[in-house]
């Protein structure tokens, strides 16, 4: 039962344009949803993230949109770097329970 | 940010022999801690959750009794691969959460031969 899907295995950007990273949920108890970013035998590492009660959170060139009636989340990064090439998950979470989507592969070509 | 120590980053042992892996909060105490396992290319598998001084609650298709996880303080969560064998053989990856966030640890590769 996979509760946040990702459905973009992989994504490839030019350098300098934006990337988007989408997440869909379907579990309607989740109220904070965070992104993470890893790089191969790594652990994740915590990127940004938004509360249920927030619709847009931004940081950098990293923006995070929540649409919570279409249980819809999405991860910009403008612009877009090299070193932004990785796979990036997205969670849901809801008190003790977090779960993760299937994660898209970055590739930010230069 | 928050810290989550995890060891060891690699392990090989032998088929039939018992691995544990620590994971640690280094600067804060952890309501909760999780147990994931990634395959080649694919998405992060819960295992399990654990809550301090109760026992963890274990994912549909996970052999509690094969991957034994120990939540004895706040700080400390470690997971043992009992009687390992080389399906076993996986990254597994440990986070730690406080409020409504959660850390991760490095990971550990393991290889039984």
């Known amino acids: 039962d996979q509760q946040v899907k990702q459905n973009s295995p992989s994504l490839s950007v030019q350098e300098g344009r934006i990337s988007i990273l989408n997440c869909d949920y379907t579990?309607?108890?989740?109220?904070?949803f965070l992104w993470y970013k890893k790089y191969p035998a790594e652990g994740p590492t915590f990127l940004i993230s938004?509360?249920?009660?927030?619709d847009k959170n931004e940081d950098g060139r990293f923006t995070v949109f929540l649409n919570k009636s279409a249980k819809h989340l999405s991860l910009h990064i403008v612009p877009s770097q090299p070193g932004d090439s990785a796979v990036y998950f997205c969670?849901?979470?809801?008190?003790?329970?977090?779960?993760f989507g299937a994660g898209t592969r970055l590739t930010v070509k230069p | 940010g928050a810290v989550v120590s995890q060891h060891p980053s690699r392990v090989i042992c032998k088929s039939g022999t018992s691995v544990k892996i620590e994971c640690r909060s280094l600067?804060?105490?952890?309501?909760?801690m999780f147990w994931y396992r990634q395959f080649p290319k694919q998405s992060l598998m819960l295992m399990a959750t654990?809550?301090?001084?109760?026992?963890?609650?274990?994912e549909q298709g996970v052999e509690k009794d094969k991957f034994l996880i120990n939540h004895a303080s706040l700080t400390l969560s470690t997971l043992t691969v009992t009687s390992a064998h080389p399906e076993d053989s996986s990254f597994y990856i440990c986070?730690?959460?406080?409020?409504?966030?959660?850390?991760f640890g490095q990971g550990t590769r393991l290889t039984v031969v």
């Open positions: 579990n309607s108890m989740f109220d904070y």
């Open positions: 600067d804060f105490q952890a309501t909760t």
């Open positions: 986070s730690a959460r406080t409020g409504v966030e959660a850390f």
């Open positions: 654990s809550n301090e001084g109760s026992k963890a609650t274990y």
């Open positions: 938004i509360s249920s009660i927030k």
């Open positions: 969670a849901a979470s809801a008190q003790s329970d977090m779960r």
